[in-house]
């Protein structure tokens, strides 16, 4: 565990600078030490809105030619 007389080292020695590094490494080595591995999640949100916008886009059909109440159905039919 680090603790003060580890500190008290550092200031002796003119490397109070360096402790933000040192104490990095220390949690670094903490952390192997409890087998913790780091890891990175993203996630993607889309909306209906931005599907259907981007559909109509790949097709022939236009926002002005489908109506809101129009089942997948009948606009696969459009197409």
Known sequence: M???HD???????GRL???SGVLGAFAK???AHRGEVM???TTAK???TYLITNFLLSTSLTPSTVSKDMSWME????L
Not at 7 to 13: G, M
């Open 29 to 31: 080595i903490m952390s």
């Open 75 to 78: 606009i696969s039919t459009a």
């Open 17 to 19: 600078n360096k402790v």
């Open 7 to 13: 500190t008290a080292a550092l200031a002796e020695n």
């Open 2 to 4: 680090f603790c003060a």
């Open 46 to 48: 889309v909306s209906l």
């Open 39 to 41: 890891c990175s999640v």
